[in-house]
């Protein structure tokens, strides 16, 4: 089996979203995502969806059953190192994230900052120290 390259050896997130157009929209805005494709479901819905951030495939789509959105916050949080954090958080709350956290340096030898996004996931941004 050839599985494709931005899939091998991960585990892809896979988020619902009420309104995932609008999501798509806010991670490129805040995030410097990319759209990699969409497959519409009609009346404004998307089925299934992918976007990049940093190199790394996040599926998200509107939710049908099984599956649900997150009520007021999710359980999960989505790790993802970038090459200028305080310059990605800047951004993100100017798109509209919430700010958890700040970025700081931590003694794991990362600096984070910690955001929710409009649909209630969070996401925790790291850039290595040594970078």
């Known amino acids: 089996m050839d599985v494709p390259e931005h899939y091998q050896h991960a585990v892809i997130p896979h988020i619902m979203v009420d309104d995932a157009a609008?999501?798509?929209?806010?991670?490129?805005?805040?995030f410097g995502a990319?759209?990699?494709?969409?497959l519409d479901g009609g009346h404004g819905r998307i089925v299934h969806a992918e976007i990049s951030i940093?190199?790394?495939?996040?599926m998200l789509g509107?939710?049908?059953?099984p599956?649900?959105?997150?009520?007021?916050?999710t359980p999960v949080a989505l790790h993802v190192y970038v090459p200028d954090v305080d310059a990605l958080t800047e951004r993100a709350v100017a798109a509209g994230a919430e700010l958890l956290a700040p970025p700081a340096d931590m003694a794991y030898g990362a600096r984070q900052s910690m955001l929710r996004d409009?649909?209630?996931h969070i996401w925790?941004?790291?850039t290595p120290l040594d970078a």
């Open 54 to 58: 940093e190199g790394s495939t996040l």
């Open 22 to 30: 609008a999501a798509i929209d806010f991670y490129t805005r805040a």
């Open 124 to 126: 925790i941004f790291l």
């Open 118 to 120: 409009p649909f209630a």
């Open 34 to 38: 990319s759209e990699l494709f969409r």
């Open 67 to 73: 599956f649900a959105p997150p009520g007021a916050t």
């Open 62 to 65: 509107d939710p049908e059953p």
